[in-house]
């Protein structure tokens, strides 16, 4: 079981929604959220925590997303943590600066981990700029990815490109080659 930490307003559902929506096509999804718990799809599990902070981790290894305005957790992080960060938001890029985290940022700048490489109103491509290593183990190349149904979330995102890309950075690291972006990187 794979444990996800999302950081940030409990408003901000644009996660949320992707990743029950997206996720559970291939995996078992159980998203703990305020007082509630969802469980969606089927196959290997991945418990997704959202919450407005961390004020606790006692696992070997997370994958860590933080919302836009999230505040980077002051407690210790499991060595093996991997954090997706919005490359836009200084306050915590400064936090992260000097942590031996793995930190992968998203954005719209080539020298982001992830960014977009093409944006119209109907379509979204994310490339992926440099060499990442997933959970398994796996090195996964530079290559661009497809975000299909982009304009019907638009709106929803309030055309925010940061959580398609850094859910798309989720299932690079996932090693999710069990679904159709999996096609494109075996």
């Known amino acids: 079981m794979t444990v996800v930490s999302v950081i940030g307003n409990y408003t901000d559902?644009?996660?949320?929604?992707?990743?029950?929506?997206?996720?559970?096509?291939?995996?078992?999804?159980?998203?703990?959220?305020?007082?509630?718990?969802?469980?969606?799809?089927?196959?290997?599990?991945?418990?997704?925590?959202?919450?407005?902070?961390?004020?606790?981790?006692?696992?070997?290894?997370?994958?860590?997303?933080?919302?836009?305005?999230?505040?980077?957790?002051?407690?210790?992080?499991?060595?093996?943590?991997?954090i997706i960060v919005n490359s836009e938001n200084t306050e915590q890029l400064l936090k992260l600066k000097n942590s031996r985290l793995n930190v992968i940022t998203c954005g719209a700048s080539e020298k982001d981990t992830l960014c977009y490489s093409s944006i119209t109103s109907d379509s979204l491509v994310i490339s992926l700029n440099r060499e990442?290593?997933?959970?398994?183990?796996?090195?996964?190349?530079?290559?661009?990815?497809?975000?299909?149904?982009?304009?019907?979330?638009?709106?929803?995102?309030?055309?925010?490109?940061?959580?398609?890309i850094a859910f798309t950075a989720l299932r690079l690291i996932l090693d999710d080659y069990n679904s159709e972006l999996g096609g494109l990187y075996t």
């Open 132 to 164: 990442i290593t997933a959970f398994s183990g796996r090195k996964i190349l530079p290559l661009e990815i497809p975000f299909p149904d982009w304009s019907s979330k638009l709106d929803k995102m309030n055309k925010d490109v940061y959580y398609p």
């Open 13 to 82: 559902r644009c996660l949320e929604e992707i990743i029950l929506s997206r996720l559970s096509k291939s995996y078992r999804v159980t998203y703990i959220k305020n007082k509630s718990i969802v469980q969606n799809g089927e196959g290997y599990g991945i418990v997704v925590a959202d919450s407005t902070e961390l004020k606790s981790l006692y696992i070997p290894e997370c994958i860590i997303i933080m919302k836009n305005g999230g505040v980077i957790p002051t407690i210790p992080l499991p060595e093996k943590s991997i």
